[in-house]
């Protein structure tokens, strides 16, 4: 309704009760303007700066950015989160799909596997982290089973790796994420058109070729979006890191995140930190700005 | 959908072998994600002797808690040695009020903007809703620094401040997405009625809200227990969350290194977001699909 | 009770004018129904009539008290809505009571003027109960009964029963007509029914573009329709609209159009009893002959030397569509489809021709350029 009425203006009384929704969304607004887009600002221009251990707020142009991209540190980072995060959305997706279908096959005691295959989403990265370093352990973890099972020359020592940390973090990230892909799967899945598949039976079409030709085409929306929320989390994906490999060996399991936490808090580079973090920005808003236009602009035709 | 992919053709062998082979694989999958639970409940329950001799899945001879009380309450997080117990109770305190106050906020700003709805209310929802998109790394610095001239740097305080800031997004997206399915014609017909912005929203509104309500409270509460960056970037010492402490516990190099007290630990830190997921999992799953969905 | 004055009032919504300039003055204890398509701008004249919408310019006013910069709840209105919009969260007691107890009216009061609403309106056996409990009657009764108990100077009606179905629909129209009479209350009411409109209105103001084609009572609005919009909109089966020519045929003026009987086509005069002078200034021109399906009727010897001033001609019949009491005969006059309503009894089969009269008295001519009553 509109109450932004100019011509009812009369005393401050009214002025105010005309105004009070803009009152009321005020200090939410200001504390996100502040808070998100000052901070980005913020940071942006602190990329600009030669900022060591404190902030200093001269304007010394792009230095930072060159230097970033010289680091091998930094380079090992990106490149890792390439290798991690195609791994872990093209897994995590591929489960949550083939899981979903299953499960959509009339199972008895699918509330219970939902319940089992959802539940890592639940926990904190650091627990998931905690645990599985613990599984993937070579001392104590698989390798140990296996080789209690009789196979003595047996050897997974990924976590302790340089060349494969990077997969242990994929095994794991995927244990906590493809429940949720699962998830939003099945919920669509459900929203199929029953009438269609029945008109596709009746015409002869079988179970597999119904799944391939028709219901996964009209999931397709759901595979973007799983596409965008997983890369968003591998972009930020940072506590894993920490808990289950702690970046190394040496850092070679390092993600960007890890990389501007540790130029930040630890070796007092801010403006390198500041300079990987905008970079981060940059790389979630040119997956996440194509959606959400490409979302809008469905909505408005729809 | 269920319903209409029966099977309805004849029950020949191979559609038997069919379903063999989905349930196997289902099953393959489940162990996949309950695994990790099992090794942690088991580990936690074994004394270091039977972890050195037997394997990942042999379970304890006895339930033995010891490791339980140790990671509780004597643990070493870093030098001191006052187990998880503290950090425990930071986190408690840091994610109820956090909780209520982005609850709070995002309901009435969520209200207001659809139901009161003034020229560029949509572009302000735009602008808060981008909120849910950053990367927190690009708010790291500025935050520290803010937070150390407000006076609230490594402080609780300081902690939910954060929390609500970057949790009111999210808040306002469920709100706003709930409330804008509630018809104008209610609030038309109590503004007539004489009641004004604040009591539609007590009297009519907020009765109405109670799913979404609880989805927001699943969402944050989690989101908020299971935070790490916040914790690990604007606390140190024993003003840490849980989270942060685990890490610290587990990664303490004095010592005996006691893989049954860190499980324990695990469990405990994972036991407050798993309970309410039990418990209300079907709030969870709302919560996380309109949260990713549309967010 | 109170006189409702709408002088000159315009709304827009940025660049888009949605209502242009509308004047409207009702007396005291009046039945006004706002009559038009969705987008015609009623719902938002009600809406600032009740004070959800603003005013850009012009004046309403209740008993000669302005009320544009007035905040609803202290206008004295009350509003039944098209959705009912009870409070889902509340039982219908405190549905009913909710306006009173805003206005801090004592409890004791407040349930006595509820129990005296609900047993007014049948529902004070469902008190207790949740609206999500009530059938759609009832819950329209509910929304009555919240407008009832405030004893309002006016109520205000939006498409308050277009979520019914048709055999309710036609219950509560009934309903609300009794609760005009008892109550004297000046009602506004807007709907896109037009059988709504004829039975309720003690004035129908007919709203296209934001401009009120016409404001009349229901009889006049029927009779005399200011154009062909108002004309076409009101009435079923539609008014019949005859392109014509004007001609004077032995000193009378009459109208001039083609049908086919017999198997032949040929022009038939249909003589005017209008003295008016303008007239004369349309004779030659083609203009539109507005006619009634119930005024073309089959031929009958005994009528016609009445005192009416009715025309016959013969024309061949098209297509029969009995509705029970009459039979709709459609056959074709200046190369347009007309419907004759023709009693049952004296129908002739299709391809045949049959003798038709139509009253002239109850004829509309229409300017065909501007499309205004002449």
């Not at chain 1, 591998?234 to 501007?260: C, Q, Y």
Request: net charge neutral; glycine share 8%; hydrophobic share 50%.
């Amino acid at each position: 309704m509109d109450t932004n009425n100019q011509n009812a203006v009369k005393g401050v009384g009214d002025w105010f009760r005309w105004h009070l929704s803009k009152f009321v969304v005020a200090p939410s607004f200001l504390m996100i303007l502040f808070f998100v887009y000052g901070f980005i600002l913020w940071t942006g221009y602190m990329s600009f700066t030669k900022s060591k251990m404190l902030p200093i707020y001269n304007f010394e142009g792009i230095l930072q950015y060159v230097k970033l991209w010289k680091q091998p540190t930094w380079l090992a980072s990106f490149e890792n989160l390439f290798v991690f995060g195609s791994l872990f959305i093209a897994v995590a997706i591929a489960f949550g799909c083939i899981l979903a279908i299953f499960l959509d096959q009339k199972i008895r005691g699918e509330g219970a596997l939902r319940t089992i295959y959802l539940y890592p989403m639940a926990i904190s990265f650091i627990v998931t982290g905690t645990a599985w370093k613990w599984i993937l352990n070579p001392g104590s973890g698989i390798e140990k089973l296996v080789q209690s099972f009789g196979f003595e020359n047996f050897e997974f020592d990924w976590l302790v790796d340089p060349d494969y940390a990077v997969y242990t973090l994929v095994i794991a990230a995927v244990w906590q994420a493809s429940g949720f892909v699962m998830a939003l799967f099945l919920a669509a899945l459900r929203g199929v058109d029953g009438e269609i598949i029945k008109a596709a039976q009746l015409d002869g079409a079988s179970i597999s070729r119904i799944y391939m030709v028709i219901i996964l085409p009209t999931l397709r929306p759901v595979f973007l979006s799983s596409f965008v929320i997983l890369t968003h989390m591998a972009i930020k994906s940072f506590d894993l890191v920490v808990a289950l490999t702690g970046g190394g060996p040496g850092n070679a399991s390092w993600l960007p995140a890890n990389f501007m936490f540790e130029m930040t808090f630890r070796r007092n580079q801010i403006g390198q930190g500041a300079a990987s973090a905008m970079i981060m920005l940059a790389t979630v808003l040119a997956i996440i700005v194509p959606y959400l236009y490409s979302e809008l602009r469905e909505k408005k035709h729809g | 959908m269920a319903d209409s992919i029966a099977f309805t053709s004849d029950r020949t062998l191979w559609h038997r072998i069919g379903r063999i082979g989905i349930y196997t694989l289902l099953a393959v999958f489940a162990f996949y994600y309950i695994m990790p639970l099992i090794v942690i409940v088991s580990t936690s329950m074994k004394d270091l002797d039977e972890i050195r001799t037997g394997h990942l899945l042999s379970l304890p001879a006895q339930i033995n808690l010891d490791a339980w009380t140790f990671a509780w309450s004597e643990a070493c997080i870093g030098v001191t040695c006052t187990g998880l117990k503290p950090y425990f109770w930071n986190s408690l305190a840091m994610a109820v009020p956090a909780v209520l106050i982005s609850i709070m906020l995002g309901a009435i700003t969520g209200y207001a903007l659809t139901k009161f709805r003034f020229r560029g209310a949509n572009v302000i929802f735009a602008m808060i809703l981008f909120g849910c998109f950053i990367p927190f790394q690009v708010i790291l610095l500025p935050m520290a620094t803010s937070l150390g001239y407000l006076g609230v740097a490594n402080t609780i305080p300081g902690l939910v401040l954060v929390h609500v800031v970057y949790g009111l997004p999210f808040t306002t997206l469920f709100f706003r997405n709930y409330y804008v399915n509630i018809p104008d014609d209610l609030v038309k017909a109590a503004t007539i009625d004489g009641a004004g912005f604040f009591t539609i929203f007590w009297k009519i509104m907020l009765p109405l809200s109670l799913p979404i309500i609880v989805v927001t409270i699943i969402w944050q509460f989690t989101q908020i227990w299971n935070d790490f960056l916040f914790g690990a970037s604007f606390t140190s010492g024993g003003n840490q969350p849980v989270t942060v402490a685990l890490n610290n516990l587990v990664n303490t190099t004095t010592g005996v290194k006691r893989y049954n007290v860190d499980m324990a630990a695990a469990l405990m830190t994972a036991a407050p977001t798993l309970l309410v997921y039990i418990f209300a999992g079907r709030y969870f799953v709302r919560g996380l699909t309109a949260g990713a969905v549309k967010g | 009770m109170a006189s409702l004055n709408i002088r000159n009032v315009k709304k827009a919504f940025g660049p888009m004018e949605v209502l242009k300039g509308i004047d409207l003055d009702l007396d005291d204890g009046e039945f006004l129904v706002l009559l038009g398509p969705s987008g015609c701008g009623k719902s938002t004249l009600l809406n600032m009539i009740a004070g959800l919408d603003s005013i850009t310019s012009g004046e309403i006013t209740i008993d000669e008290r302005v009320l544009n910069n007035v905040h609803p709840k202290d206008r004295d209105i009350a509003m039944v809505f098209q959705s009912y919009a009870l409070y889902p969260n509340m039982t219908v007691g405190r549905n009913i009571g909710f306006g009173l107890e805003m206005r801090k009216v004592a409890k004791a009061e407040r349930d006595q003027k509820v129990q005296d609403a609900a047993r007014m309106l049948q529902i004070d056996h469902l008190l207790d109960r949740k609206p999500a409990q009530l059938s759609g009657g009832q819950r329209q009764r509910v929304a009555m009964g919240r407008a009832l108990v405030r004893d309002p100077k006016i109520f205000l009606f939006d498409e308050p029963l277009s979520n019914l179905d048709a055999k309710l629909r036609v219950e509560m129209r009934t309903e609300i007509k009794k609760l005009h009479q008892r109550l004297g209350t000046t009602m506004v009411y807007v709907t896109h029914d037009q059988i709504e409109a004829m039975t309720l209105a003690s004035r129908i103001a007919i709203m296209k573009d934001g401009i009120v084609q016409q404001f009349a009572p229901p009889q006049e609005v029927y009779e005399k329709p200011a154009n062909m919009y108002v004309a076409g909109f009101v009435g079923a089966p539609a008014m019949n609209f005859i392109p014509a020519t004007l001609v004077a045929e032995n000193g009378k003026l009459g109208v001039s159009m083609q049908r086919t009987a017999k198997g032949n086509r040929s022009d038939v005069f249909l003589a005017l009893n209008d003295e008016r002078k303008e007239l004369a200034d349309w004779v030659g021109r083609e203009l539109v002959l507005g006619i009634r399906p119930e005024s073309v009727t089959h031929k009958s010897e005994a009528e016609l030397n009445g005192t009416r001033n009715l025309q016959h001609f013969d024309c061949q019949v098209d297509v029969l569509e009995p509705t029970g009491a009459d039979t709709l005969t459609y056959i074709e006059l200046g190369g347009r489809e007309v419907i004759a309503r023709v009693n049952p009894h004296n129908t002739s089969n299709p391809g045949e021709t049959m003798d038709f009269m139509v009253d002239m008295d109850k004829a509309s001519l229409f300017d065909p350029k501007t499309e205004q009553r002449i």
